[in-house]
């Protein structure tokens, strides 16, 4: 069983950051990749940006540029900044992490962090 727990969340004006933290923990998996994923009213959840063991990114193209994701393997900890926040970014950020256990491959969510960009 794999455990995520989010923090950094909360409201901020248009062109604010925020920095988003998601850490892993558990026993008996290893990690293939995290990424966050964002879902506002009425939308599905969709990828914001993910990062592999190995260091490659990927991100939705609203973001880059504006938002970047790091993470600390030895931590198994992600993290996501997130500058030049616009009102079309509020939404529910979810941790997301894919995991290896024996030779099996699960996927793992967090509760989810609520970002608000309002003036």
């Known amino acids: 069983q794999v455990q995520l727990v989010e923090s950094g969340g909360g409201l901020v004006q248009p062109g604010g950051s925020l920095r988003l933290s998601c850490a892993a923990s558990?026993?008996?998996?290893?990690?293939?990749?995290m990424g966050w994923y964002r879902q506002a009213p009425g939308n599905r959840r969709a990828l914001v940006a993910r990062i592999t063991t190995g260091g490659i990114t990927n991100y939705v193209g609203s973001v880059k540029g504006r938002f970047t994701i790091s993470r600390d393997n030895a931590k198994n900890t992600v993290y996501l900044q997130m500058n030049s926040l616009k009102p079309e970014d509020t939404a529910v950020y979810y941790c997301?992490?894919?995991?290896?256990?024996?030779?099996?491959?699960?996927?793992?969510w967090g509760q989810g962090t609520q970002v608000t960009v309002s003036s």
């Open positions: 997301n992490a894919e995991v290896t256990v024996s030779t099996y491959a699960f996927e793992y």
């Open positions: 558990g026993s008996g998996f290893s990690i293939n990749a």
